[in-house]
């Protein structure tokens, strides 16, 4: 009941998750009067990094721990060795997960500008992958999970919003300011907000379209658009007022879209479904 410190067989723990450096320190002088020694080592690469054993594994810990603990962590990824004071893994961890979010609520701004302005998605995005401009939201997680409309990267917005607060509050402690980094945790929290802690993070690019007008999904109307082919039905007169607006947002990422009748109507969730980008 009093977990690993009642017991008499451990010596060495090692912790794979984000804490942040306060929740590091404190374990570790916990363990310190039973002699068992905290390897503070949180990971980074996403499912994609744990599967293929190419994670990004930031250790701290004694030297002569990590030497022992090394053969093991090194089956997770690329280890990084951050000293042998408790919690500046956590730090290192917490720096790259506040910049992985910053670049993905900027590349959303800037997505939805583009978009608004006449440019499309795709192509904007191809730009940015090709000019000073890039940044792993615009190299992985829109042509994954943002463009496609899954918004599947496979990182909740509740743990991405826990992270960006746990820096946060770290770096004030330290008496850093954070005034691009406090942003960030705003957008996160609207995002928590309105999406729920189990959605992707990518959402936040959906908050971003809503504020700016332009949507990749409709209101529930009895037509929607689809990326080219016969439509197979045609709209009757009075629905091209209602659609024009819609029609010229969505044109923005599917130039070559068609108007499709659906008698039953499409609402917000059925049209993530039904929607395909060419």
Known sequence: PDGLIAGNRASIVIDLS????????????????????LVD???SGGIKGAV???L??????????????????????????????????????????????AALVITSEAVAMGVKGGVNAKVLIDIINASSGRNSASEDKF????????FDFGFTTGLSYKDVRLCIDEAEAMGVPMVCGSVVR???????????????FTSIAKVLEEWAGVFRTLPRI?????????PGHTPPAL????LEKQTANLRRFHPQATMWLSPQGFNQENMEYFFRYL
Not at 63 to 85: C, M, N, Q, S, W
Not at 186 to 200: C, F, R, V, W
Request: aromatic share 6%; glycine share 10%.
């Open 56 to 101: 990004a594994v930031m250790v701290s810990c004694p030297k002569a721990t990590f030497d022992r603990v090394e053969p093991i962590l090194k089956h997770f990824g690329k280890l990084f060795y951050t000293g042998d004071k408790p919690g500046t893994a956590q730090t290192a961890k917490l720096a790259n997960n506040l910049m992985a979010a």
């Open 222 to 230: 009895d037509a929607v658009l689809v990326p080219g082919g016969d």
């Open 18 to 37: 984000t804490s942040g450096p306060g929740a590091a320190k404190q374990i570790a002088e916990g363990f310190k009067p039973r002699n068992i020694t």
């Open 143 to 150: 042509p994954r999970a943002v463009l496609p409309g899954t």
């Open 41 to 43: 080592a949180p990971v």
């Open 52 to 54: 293929n054993g190419t």
């Open 186 to 200: 705003q957008m996160l929290a609207i995002t928590n907000a309105k999406y729920g802690a189990s959605s992707d």
């Open 239 to 242: 629905m091209f007022p209602l």
